[in-house]
């Protein structure tokens, strides 16, 4: 069985970067995998940050950014601010057709 | 703007079923590919299938540990999606989303608009 693996937690200072990444345990993520990037707060549906690897979504602030590095798809906050604290998760397409999720990352930012 | 609205989510006991919906509207819903996913208490998010647009075969797949208890169903006629849900457990106890989006070049990303959620609650 696939899985999609995430960092649990980080912790990222206010005007920090911090890159959090999306692998798999049998396999290398790439652009195939159409990765996707959700943010979630308490309460709320996750919102789309980004589609297909690196495309942002409309609205979402430049400071998010998705690539591929080395095996696992990653997204970067730079310059953090305030209200990225929530969790963010991450979605890969399985060559079966199928997509999984990760666990999510729980970011606090302090 | 594309919308979707979940409902039909409410208290039921182990072993029963429940059939959830969601209304599409700003969107063509016929040619849309439809996905639920959901979320336990204090969980993460769990894909738990998508069904393809009528024209593109109409059919859906599942989550391997899902498969044989909840079956994705769709109207068209109705722009509704439906999740129906059999031999429920306590663990199916979470927020159930329907989502969509949009083809992108080779692929369809059904996981790009999400609704509100509705929550399902599986207790005796």
């Known amino acids: 069985q696939t899985v999609v693996t995430q960092e649990p937690s980080f912790s990222v200072s206010p005007g920090g970067t911090v890159t959090l990444t999306c692998g798999l345990t049998?396999?290398?993520?790439?652009?195939?995998?159409?990765a996707s990037w959700y943010q979630q707060t308490p309460g709320q549906a996750p919102r789309t940050l980004i589609y297909?690897?690196?495309t942002r979504s409309s609205g979402v602030p430049d400071r998010f950014s998705g690539s591929i590095l080395g095996n696992k798809a990653a997204l970067t906050i730079t310059g953090a601010q305030a209200d990225d604290d929530a969790d963010y998760y991450c979605?890969?397409?399985?060559?079966?057709?199928?997509?999984?999720f990760g666990g999510g990352t729980r970011l606090t930012v302090l | 703007e594309v919308q979707l609205v979940e409902s039909g989510g409410g208290l039921v006991k182990p072993g029963g079923s429940l059939r959830v919906s969601c209304a599409a509207s700003?969107?063509?819903?016929?040619?849309?590919?439809m996905a639920w996913v959901r979320q336990a208490p204090g969980k993460g998010l769990e894909w738990i299938g998508r069904?393809?647009?009528?024209?593109?075969?109409?059919?859906?797949d599942y989550a391997a540990p899902l498969k044989g208890r909840f079956t994705i169903l769709r109207d068209d006629s109705k722009n509704t999606l439906y999740l129906q849900m059999n031999s429920l457990k306590t663990e199916d106890t979470a927020v159930y989303y329907c989502?969509?989006?949009?083809?992108?070049?080779?692929?369809?990303?059904?996981?790009?608009?999400w609704g509100q959620g509705t929550l399902v609650t599986v207790s005796s």
């Open positions: 989502t969509t989006g949009l083809k992108r070049g080779e692929y369809f990303d059904s996981l790009f608009y």
């Open positions: 700003g969107l063509t819903f016929k040619n849309a590919w």
């Open positions: 069904i393809r647009s009528e024209t593109d075969d109409g059919k859906a």
């Open positions: 049998s396999a290398s993520v790439s652009t195939s995998s159409y």
């Open positions: 297909n690897t690196n």
């Open positions: 979605v890969l397409y399985m060559s079966s057709g199928i997509w999984v």
